[in-house]
């Protein structure tokens, strides 16, 4: 069975969403972001998993659920806490990101009897997700992070090896993403979030 991590930060205003700022508050991006993590991790929680870990920056707080291990994030750049974040697996594992509340159980139930790697595009052009069934962090580092062509970097790297392709979805960096990540899950809590701000006046 597989290892599920998904990395994140503590949701801090001016730490998390920066690009949500404005025309959101830096306590408003927070928010917003603790609630794209707490239906991440809610998400996660439900899907069948050998392990789940949250490789987190920062603390855990009232929105982490049980059942995870907390794994502090190395430093360095994200391509090396990606790759130190496989480095700790020991069979299969998918790893995913806080800025896709979208997802559902069914996307991360996933199968490596016939292949060796699960690759998830971001429409940005990043990826959100990332399976290998044999954990190899040099598969990430170096690949260049936060940029319109990390995500064909990354697939670069899988060359060779037999690679399953998830659906693209959208990451939460912009206030149109947000609206647009909140039509595709109604139900969560971060859909609930972004109206409780609308209504306020945003």
Excluded: H, N
């Amino acid at each position: 069975m597989t290892t599920l991590l998904v990395i994140a930060k503590e949701p801090r205003p001016g730490r998390v969403k920066t690009r949500l700022t404005p025309p959101f508050t830096p306590e408003e991006a927070a928010a917003l972001a603790e609630a794209s993590l707490a239906d991440t991790l809610d998400v996660v929680a439900r899907t069948p998993a050998r392990r789940r870990v949250l490789v987190l920056e920062g603390a855990p707080g009232p929105w982490l659920p049980p059942g995870f291990d907390v794994v502090r994030q190395c430093a360095g750049g994200l391509d090396e806490r990606l790759a130190a974040a496989f480095a700790g697996c020991d069979g299969p594992a998918l790893l995913i990101g806080m800025d896709t509340p979208q997802v559902t159980p069914e996307l991360l139930t996933v199968d490596f009897s016939d292949c060796e790697a699960y690759f998830g595009p971001a429409e940005d052009g990043g990826f959100w997700a990332l399976g290998l069934a044999q954990p190899d962090p040099s598969l990430l580092r170096g690949v260049p992070m936060s940029t319109p062509r990390t995500g064909a970097a990354q697939r670069a790297r899988l060359t060779g090896l037999r690679v399953r392709q998830l659906p693209p979805l959208r990451d939460v960096d912009t206030a149109d993403d947000a609206k647009l990540v909140a039509k595709a899950a109604p139900d969560g809590r971060f859909a609930a979030e972004l109206e409780r701000l609308a209504g306020a006046g945003r």
